[in-house]
């Protein structure tokens, strides 16, 4: 940490967090505001990064057998309202398509703000036999929900992400496919975004309008606050029945499907920011950067410099690695900065002087920390200097997480730790909705998920004081 804030238009994250996020978004030029209000234009650099997140994520769901599909945009009103609990759920967000034209249209069309009824539909058709089944497939497209309070990629009117929708012939199927897919998220939340999360199952209250069981992964901020990373959920055969999605069975019956649902984002580009991030803008994970080293070339009108710089890129490329070479007119001290504030893991300089001496000096993102490397040994130090990066970023993330958890056994003790340190708070509950609704009302705070894995932090209900069946994790979130 030797070398001082380089960016000084970005607001401190200690100062004013949301600030800080805004004006990181917009210095790293990740989206811009649209013509249409809560929708937002996602720029070259913010897509690039959401590219490589699709890929991490379809390769992994191919090698479970899953197969991308597209379905329509709209959805008819009638369409929608066969599953009462969903449209229920929905209603206060969906978009509404009235006129064709200049014709008014006998029924109004709803913008898909997830395609449930899409899929249950076209599987009643497709869907006739055992041998059909099961049936896995996902889509990549835009959503819309009309929310009231918007922010770049955490919570816009339309947002990219997404949504596997499955079928099985069993309950026990679709339960191992919801957990499979939760497992992924995971995975590639930790592994490739560095990303430390809690997996669990939702609460009754917080759980998706028409599932039977909801799953989550749950992060944490840099300020403390929760965001909901992806869910999986299991929604048994109610959808199945309300639509007439069965099939005959090897014992000549006919019975319903047992079907399941799981999405994730670009809300995950939110999470790199504030769980990276710095002053100085984006500290992008080597595995998910769109760019891994940026070449700085110092002094570049010289001769044999640019030409120097390129052949380094071509030799790190060839590596496999993802390489440019900043040859803009800017200052060096300009590039350096912009390097920063777009978060490439790694920055090469190379002048004059280096080439002279057969080295170069390699700056890391995340730390700062200067390394002098040889020619000959750039493509293995680089390597290296990648690798541990995304390890030491997973790391300092985890170590915050665990910081930042707390366990209380009553109610103040619960309230005064969010307060005072906000992250996770575990605690045990009774169960009951109407505690989950008091502790909303009472200082904002929700819970985040029921781990599987179980720990007794006291005998009784945190905010009750009844006898208490779960331990759980609470806390304030986006």
Not at 238 to 263: D, I, M, R
Request: aromatic residues 8%.
């Amino acid at each position: 940490m030797a070398d001082k804030k380089l960016v000084e238009q970005i607001t401190s994250r200690e100062e004013d967090f949301a600030q800080w996020y805004t004006d990181v978004v917009k210095k790293a030029e990740l989206t811009d505001y649209s013509s249409v209000k809560g929708f937002m234009v996602i720029r070259p650099a913010g897509y690039a990064i959401w590219e490589n997140i699709m890929a991490a994520l379809d390769s992994r769901f191919k090698a479970t057998g899953v197969q991308n599909c597209s379905m329509p945009l709209l959805i008819p009103q009638s369409l929608l309202e066969k599953e009462s609990e969903h449209v229920e759920g929905f209603a206060p967000e969906v978009a509404w398509v009235t006129s064709g034209g200049s014709k008014r249209l006998e029924e109004r069309l709803c913008v898909r703000p997830t395609s449930e009824v899409l899929f249950c539909d076209y599987y009643s058709k497709v869907v006739k036999s055992y041998r059909d089944l099961p049936q896995l497939l996902n889509q990549w497209c835009s959503v819309v929900r009309w929310e009231k309070t918007t922010r770049p990629f955490l919570r816009t009117r339309e947002f990219l992400w997404q949504e596997g929708h499955t079928v099985h012939a069993t309950a026990e199927e679709a339960e191992e496919r919801t957990l499979l897919m939760l497992d992924i998220y995971a995975d590639v939340l930790e592994n490739e975004l560095a990303i430390p999360v809690v997996k669990g199952r939702k609460t009754d209250k917080e759980k998706f309008a028409g599932a039977i069981a909801t799953y989550t992964v749950e992060a944490l901020m840099h300020d403390g606050q929760a965001l909901q990373c992806a869910t999986s959920h299991n929604f048994g055969d109610g959808f199945a029945k309300a639509f007439q999605v069965q099939y005959l069975s090897k014992n000549n019956t006919v019975e319903p499907v047992h079907q399941t649902s799981w999405g994730i984002t670009t809300r995950t580009i939110g999470a790199l920011i504030m769980v990276h991030g710095d002053d100085s803008g984006l500290v992008l994970p080597p595995r998910i950067a769109p760019v891994q080293v940026n070449i700085i070339p110092i002094q570049q009108n010289k001769e044999g410099v640019l030409d120097k710089a390129f052949d380094l890129m071509n030799t790190l490329m060839d590596a496999g690695l993802r390489v440019k070479v900043d040859d803009s007119d800017k200052t060096p001290g300009f590039k350096f900065a912009d390097s920063e504030v777009r978060g490439i893991p790694l920055r090469l300089e190379i002048g004059p002087k280096d080439i002279e001496a057969g080295q170069v000096v390699l700056v890391r993102r995340d730390t700062r920390e200067k390394i002098v490397v040889s020619f000959e040994n750039l493509v293995e130090e680089s390597k290296k200097l990648l690798e541990q990066i995304q390890k030491d970023m997973y790391n300092r993330a985890l170590t915050f997480q665990k910081e930042r958890t707390t366990d209380a056994k009553s109610l103040d003790e619960l309230v005064a730790s969010l307060d005072k340190k906000p992250g996770f708070v575990r605690a045990m509950w009774c169960g009951c909705r109407e505690c989950e609704e008091k502790l909303k009302e009472y200082s904002g705070i929700t819970s985040r998920c029921i781990p599987a894995k179980q720990e007794k932090i006291a005998d009784t209900c945190v905010v009750c004081g009844k006898p208490a069946t779960k331990m759980v994790y609470w806390g304030r979130a986006y």
